[in-house]
């Protein structure tokens, strides 16, 4: 099986969808099945434990988990979150690709649009929240330049959402909002619920610092400038250091927030470059999960004092 993207095209827009093609046609049996076909149309509309999807087709429960466990063993469907449900602990699933289908060794056309000669399948998955109608849904937040926040601290970073912008611009229109903002004016026009792109740490960006708990990779709480520490303890110190993380939105779980940091203004560069410049070496371990982290470092390899390169150390 291969993931590859398709194009719709109609009078006002072009738009791509996620497809996963199968090689041996023999193994999309199960999804022909009419219980497990009600059950991806379930999940796709919203994630669904497996109980709530019994009742919603009126079928046994035991019935119901064992096409889930033919669909997950396809890699059609993955979990979302697990709750506690009556005393219980309850896995909500959802479904992993859009669509699905086999492929005939013939019919390619080369495109005549520039656009979408740029795009690649790991940018378009893992800001799928944010550009999956053809236009960017969401904030890019980044901190303010006055002294503000608990450490009265300046953010020298925000330019870099230029960059970022740059990058997005390619696979998107451009949005009627104004999508930029500082993280005080977040705040102060409570705009957390959104698609969010934060850019700079917890010490110069105050939206970065209310999530950072959440984050699999987070900032030293203690220190926020000390290091990024993993969920096995490992600590990260460099200066160029910084993370690529997303994670679903605390302040509404249908929003997601990806977050591009480091301990220091350069390693937040660093991080913008590593998604811009270098994002299927980066996003090369993410595979569609709504909470995910790694850790990059910056590198001048011209020597020209810039960072101009990136690896992957987590």
């Known amino acids: 099986m291969r993931k590859e993207l398709t194009i719709i095209r109609d009078e006002d827009n072009t738009i791509t969808k996620s497809i996963l093609i199968f090689d041996d046609p023999f193994l999309m049996r199960p999804i022909l099945n009419p219980i497990s076909w009600r059950i991806l149309n379930l999940l796709a509309q919203r994630p669904m434990y497996s109980a709530e999807i019994a009742r919603s087709l009126k079928t046994h429960e035991q019935k119901v988990y064992y096409h889930m466990r033919q669909l ?6 993955s979990i979302d979150r697990k709750e506690f449900i009556k005393g219980a602990m309850a896995k909500y699933y959802r479904v992993t690709h859009p669509a699905f289908g086999v492929e005939l060794p013939f019919g390619e056309r080369k495109l005549s649009f520039t656009s979408l000669a740029f795009m690649n399948e790991e940018i378009l998955s893992f800001f799928d929240e944010f550009l999956h109608s053809g ?12 002294p503000h926040g ?29 999508v930029v903002k500082l993280d005080a004016d977040v705040k102060a026009e409570k705009e957390e619920k959104n698609n969010l792109v934060l850019i700079g740490g917890p010490g110069t960006n105050l939206i970065t610092a209310d999530v950072n708990m959440y984050l699999p990779i987070r900032f030293d709480e203690r220190n926020y400038w000390a290091g990024l520490l993993n969920a096995q303890g490992r600590t990260y110190n460099g200066d160029r250091d910084g993370i690529v993380a997303k994670i679903p939105n605390p302040y509404d779980e249908e929003k997601s927030i990806i977050v591009l940091a480091g301990l ?16 299927k070496e980066v996003l090369k371990n993410y595979h569609d999960e709504r909470m995910w982290a790694t850790v990059i470092r910056g590198f001048d390899l011209d020597g020209d004092g810039k960072v101009d390169s990136v690896e992957v150390l987590s």
């Open 264 to 279: 220091k203004y350069i390693g937040t560069k660093s991080a913008v470059i590593a998604i811009t410049n270098f994002s």
């Open 135 to 146: 236009t960017f849904e969401g904030r890019i937040v980044v901190g303010s330049p006055e």
């Open 150 to 178: 608990p450490y009265k601290a300046s953010a020298r970073d925000g330019h870099y959402a230029v960059q970022l912008a740059f990058f997005l611009g390619r696979f998107g229109k451009m949005p009627s909002d104004f």
């Open 72 to 77: 997950r063993k396809m890699g059609l469907l």
